[in-house]
């Protein structure tokens, strides 16, 4: 009997409609645990250099991990992986919510999305059965609309994954959201658009079946032992949801500022902040499948301009991005613009990114009123931004260029756009800044999918999070250039993990304190492996250098793991980060060094016989 997982894979192809399993043998699973790790080595093996990132060859990997379904906390997760129609490169998004639970429960570990439909469908997993089913009367439908329907035509307790608008139009920037009004999304990447390409509107889940776990009374003693305190560290993070990081950040100089330009931004912080979102528009919270914290917002607006939100509330890197990153601090504002791309299906990282890129552009005269159909796009005009979520999210006025992505919306636009182009190999900053938090400029640089925090989330090392397991019994000083790259490969690797158990990162990263060798003795009760904290190491490695494999085979290098000018070279003019920029060569150098790359960011032939990967 095979424990964690169902053992079953399914290959789908739209364009055939036929619908294969796809063996994976356990050495395998042993290699790359499940979850992220697993979808990586099927997207490398499935697709390359030749591939259209919207066209039928390309695949969409949906996969759970071998504790998705279990009792292990916060468990209720799975990845979305495909090549970017955003950036061209690696893609994956990590996602909550129940979806990933309710696959395991319908049979299956993952699957395989190939071909192109030759009209709008949608899928049916029930049971262990796949069925196609016709769409054309759901396409157009926001996700919420989306979500009730799909429900009333399979199961009132299915789970539904599907793209908005913005996935069928094919916006680069497009997301695929779970859970309804709870809105849980695979946001980063254009992974929706590669959905849209392939007519499917989308897939809906159902079944009843218990995941089996090889020790259930030893993981169960286990989890009871160190519950409690778990969730009384993460206690402020259940009170204020992630929007509760706004003040801190903003403190340090880590909150984004007037497209990363500004500094001090005290009194838009405290009105963006997750204390006063708990005090005014909060009307309840979420929890993820098996998460005791419950760090989800449920908000409502019911008066005024921005009115009829009812539902997920935003998150910090909207609010960071959507908010201070366009200077705008009208929460309720805020929180409309992230119900609205949660509707549209879109990222709302990269949509707060692209507005603020615009809005600098028109200050320059770059965008004028024509481009943006009578809007002034104007600092702090919370109208303005809606509206240019609205333009995207409809492919209309500016909109059809800003849903292009900021790096190609400033080739598009010409002149000095590309100044104000604040990305990484195409995908937009998140809301966190290295000239706050040293490591976070290497991590960003060296990200596979892009300028991402959650690949290695180094930084509460450098302000709380000690990890003696990893060589760190003590926090970092985050300005501190010195040991930082071997600070960022060490974290990638764990999280490169993390995201293959499918657990969230906050049991680690937000206060959570959970150790490496507590992520093994659960991956070893609910398998039944005998797997070591080395092997589990040395498995997080192995995954983070084949993704790397699958950029530098499309040409990545080092000329492309750098930052924005404006990251490098502009310091913040005040507050808690005033003055400062990371030694940023120092650092990438000794990345490499440590990661057993060459000069130009190759994996090494060494290190590939190394991690069996030759």
């Known amino acids: 009997m095979q424990y964690g997982f169902t053992g079953r894979i399914v290959d789908i192809d739209l364009t055939t409609r036929q619908v294969n399993d796809y063996p994976i043998d356990e050495a395998t699973l042993r290699k790359y645990i499940g979850g992220s790790g697993l979808g990586t080595r099927i997207l490398y093996d499935l697709t390359g250099p030749a591939t259209d990132p919207l066209g ?17 906390p916060t468990s209720g997760r799975h990845s979305v992986l495909s090549r970017s129609p955003l950036t061209g490169i690696f893609a994956e998004s990590d996602v909550g919510g129940t979806w990933g639970v309710m696959s395991k429960r319908a049979g299956f570990d993952g699957w395989i999305i190939r071909g192109r439909a030759e009209k709008p469908t949608y899928l049916w997993l029930d049971d262990g059965k796949v069925e196609f089913r016709d769409a054309g009367h759901l396409w157009g439908l926001d996700t919420y609309a989306l979500d009730e329907k799909v429900k009333a035509e399979t199961h009132g307790k299915a789970c539904v994954m599907s793209i908005g608008p913005a ?57 009871r032992a160190i519950l409690p305190g778990m969730v009384e560290k993460m206690k402020a993070r259940h009170l204020y949801g992630t929007a509760n990081w706004t003040l801190t950040a903003e403190h340090s100089g880590d909150l984004p500022v007037k497209n990363w330009r500004g500094g001090r931004w005290e009194e838009g912080a405290e009105k963006l902040s997750g204390p006063r979102m708990t005090d005014t528009i909060l009307t309840g919270r979420y929890y993820c499948a098996a998460c005791p914290v419950g760090c989800g917002r449920v908000v409502e607006v019911k008066e005024g301009p921005f009115a009829g939100v009812k539902g997920a509330g935003p998150e910090y890197e909207t609010i960071g991005m959507l908010g201070s990153c366009c200077e705008v601090s009208d929460l309720e504002a805020v929180a409309l613009a992230h119900q609205l791309c949660n509707q549209y299906g879109m990222d709302t990282i990269s949509a707060g990114g692209i507005i603020a890129f615009a809005m600098e552009c028109y200050e320059h005269g770059l965008i004028t009123r024509q481009d943006t159909c ?17 333009q995207i999210g409809e492919q209309r006025g500016l909109g059809i260029i ?100 499918k657990v969230c990162k906050f049991i680690v990263t937000g206060g959570g304190g959970i150790q490496p060798s507590q992520l093994v003795s659960w991956l070893n009760q609910v398998t039944g492996w005998d797997m070591t904290v080395d092997e589990f190491l040395k498995a997080g490695e192995r ?36 003055g400062y920029l990371p030694n940023f060569g120092q650092m990438l150098n000794e990345y490499y060094v440590f990661r057993g790359w060459d000069e130009l960011g190759r994996p090494a032939p060494e290190k590939l016989r190394e991690l069996g990967l030759e």
């Open 374 to 390: 009578g809007v002034a796009l104007e600092w702090g005009c919370a109208g303005a931004m809606v509206e240019m979520v609205r």
């Open 543 to 578: 995954i983070y250098n084949l993704k790397r494999l699958y950029s530098t085979r499309l040409g990545i290098s080092r000329k492309d793991d750098t930052l924005p000018p404006r990251m490098l070279g502009l310091p913040r003019p005040d507050g808690g980060a005033a």
């Open 167 to 223: 996935g069928e139009k094919l916006v680069r920037i497009a997301s695929i959201i779970t859970d309804g009004r709870d809105a849980r999304a695979a946001g980063r990447c254009g992974l929706g658009a590669v959905m849209g390409s392939k007519n499917l509107k989308a897939v809906a889940c159902y079944g009843q079946r218990e995941v089996p776990v090889y020790d259930a009374k030893g993981l169960a003693d286990s989890i």
């Open 402 to 501: 800003l849903g292009r992505g900021v790096k190609a919306a400033a080739e598009a636009i010409g002149g000095i756009a590309t100044e104000f182009a604040i990305h990484v190999k195409g995908l937009e900053l998140p809301a966190h800044d290295p000239r706050a938090l040293a490591s976070t400029a290497v991590s960003y640089a060296t990200a596979s999918r892009g300028a991402c925090h959650l690949q290695s989330l180094s930084y509460p090392v450098e302000l709380t999070l000690k990890m003696p397991e990893l060589g760190y019994p003590e926090t970092l000083d985050r300005a501190e250039s010195e040991g930082k790259g071997i600070l960022a490969a060490k974290m990638q690797d764990l999280m490169s993990l993390l995201d293959s158990l």
């Open 56 to 72: 039928p060859d390309n695949v969409l990997v949906v996969m759970t991990g071998p504790v998705t379904g279990t009792r292990v």
